[in-house]
Each structure stands twice: as structure tokens, then as C-alpha cells.
């Protein structure tokens, strides 16, 4: 997928969004006490990320990010696994040294900025694409599926 198949306003975005404003960002939005907590939380939430998606919402979601942060997303080859959003979370705990509550915090604070830059088409795509529970990462309600129509039991002869 290129530039130019993603929204204007989601490219646009992009573009006037910088690195340096997104860790700014991210440290406020995450209470972090200094620059380089924040750009480590985003390295490490995008890296892990970018290890679950399928290429083309992995490409699509890096066309609309700053390209420090695109360069993050991208980094790693996908890991064949698929974690649900609880396993990706301790999953990044483990990565990161830091405890399931903290990674868990740092999850939602980068990916609910990144959701606002994709937008709601983008967002629905990569959730699509994933096992349950990444919705609530994402900032989004996560809603379940209806099970399949049982057949109604025959009738009893009477």
C-alpha cells in the first residue's frame, strides 16, 4: 500500500505531527518523567507491534507515523505467533523488565495516540487482524462476537 491509497487527512496528519511532538506527546498523555522514558515506551510498544501485524497494515499504519517512529513499527520480521492483547502485554513486560500494570499503561498511552493518527478505517483494519483484546489497547470498546445459532432442539413426541 502507498502514501497515496491512505486518507489525505490521516497523511496530512502525519506530516505535521514530528517525532520530537509525538514523545512530547506521549509523555504528557503517559505522566513520564522524562524524554527518554517516553521514547522508550514508544520503541517498545511499536517494535512489539509491529511483530504481530500482517505487512500491510504494518506498512499502512507506518505511512501515517513519523518516520522515526514508522522506522520502529517496522523493525522486526512478524513473529508467527499471534498473542491475544493480554499475552501482548505480559509479552512486553517481559521484554521490558517492567511489571504487566506498566506495560499495560504504556500499551494504551502509545497506541490511543497512534489510533488518533490512523483513524477509525486504519484501526479497524489492524483489529481485524488481531486476536481479541487489542480493541481496549487501542482506546476502543472491545465488542464481542455473537456465538453461531444453535439449532433449536426438536420437539418431544408427546
Known amino acids: 500500500m502507498s502514501l497515496t491509497q491512505i486518507k489525505p487527512q490521516a497523511a496530512a ?8 511532538r509525538l514523545v ?11 524524554r527518554e522514558r517516553a521514547d522508550a515506551v514508544i520503541h517498545a510498544v511499536l517494535t512489539s507491534l509491529g511483530r ?3 505487512e500491510e497494515e504494518r506498512t499502512a499504519l507506518a505511512a501515517v507515523l513519523p ?9 522486526s520480521a512478524r513473529e508467527p505467533e499471534q498473542f491475544t492483547g493480554w499475552e501482548f502485554v ?3 513486560a517481559s521484554r521490558t523488565g517492567g511489571t504487566p500494570a506498566t506495560a499495560r499503561w504504556d500499551t494504551g498511552t502509545v497506541l490511543e495516540l497512534v489510533a488518533k493518527l490512523a483513524g477509525e478505517d486504519l484501526v479497524a483494519r489492524i483489529l481485524d487482524q488481531l486476536p481479541a483484546g ?3 489497547l487501542f482506546g476502543r470498546a472491545e465488542l464481542t462476537r455473537p456465538a453461531p445459532a444453535q439449532p433449536a432442539p426438536a ?4
Request: proline share 7%; no cysteine.
Open 67 to 75: 518516520e522515526e517512529a514508522a522506522r520502529f513499527l517496522t523493525s
Open 134 to 136: 487489542y480493541a481496549l
Open 90 to 92: 505480559a509479552d512486553l
Open 52 to 54: 504481530r501485524l500482517p
Open 155 to 158: 420437539p418431544r413426541a408427546a
Open 13 to 20: 496528519a502525519a506530516e505535521a505531527l514530528t517525532y520530537h
Open 24 to 34: 512530547e506527546r506521549v509523555r504528557y498523555d503517559g505522566a513520564y518523567p522524562t
